[in-house]
Nanobody, 117 residues
Framework: QVQLVESGGGLVQAGGSLRLACTTSGSIFSAHTMGWYRQAPGKQRELVATITISGGSTNYADSVKGRFTISRDNAKNTVYLQMNSLKPEDTAVYYC??????????WGQGTQVTVSA
């Protein structure tokens, strides 16, 4: 059973930074893509950023381009999300996603990010 463990969430003032980490059990190389999604209260879950495990190609939501950076450390089976210049509208629960070559998806339990004005 694949497990995803997220860490790094918390409370930060607007303009501040946080780094989220998602560590997956098992080999990261059986995953095609990993990424981060977020869900604010009363809103649908939305894409934040994804990265392919083999080539490292990245994709970002327009709302976070230039502020967030996704990266991976394959040796540590970990994907990171560096979040800079945070805004109150970035407040949400952030979820890690692992997408397998088989098409199966796994989600983490979520980590709360709160940005105060």
């Amino acid at each position: 059973q694949v497990q995803l463990v997220e860490s790094g969430g918390g409370l930060v003032q607007a303009g501040g930074s946080l780094r989220l980490a998602c560590t997956t059990s098992g080999s990261i190389f059986s995953a095609h893509t990993m990424g981060w999604y977020r869900q604010a209260p009363g809103k649908q879950r939305e894409l934040v950023a994804t990265i392919t495990i083999s080539g490292g190609s990245t994709n970002y939501a327009d709302s976070v381009k230039g502020r967030f950076t996704i990266s991976r450390d394959n040796a540590k089976n970990t994907v990171y999300l560096q979040m800079n210049s945070l805004k109150p509208e970035d407040t949400a629960v952030y979820y890690c996603l692992r997408s397998e070559f088989s098409g199966r998806n796994y989600w983490g339990q979520g980590t709360q990010v709160t940005v105060s004005a």
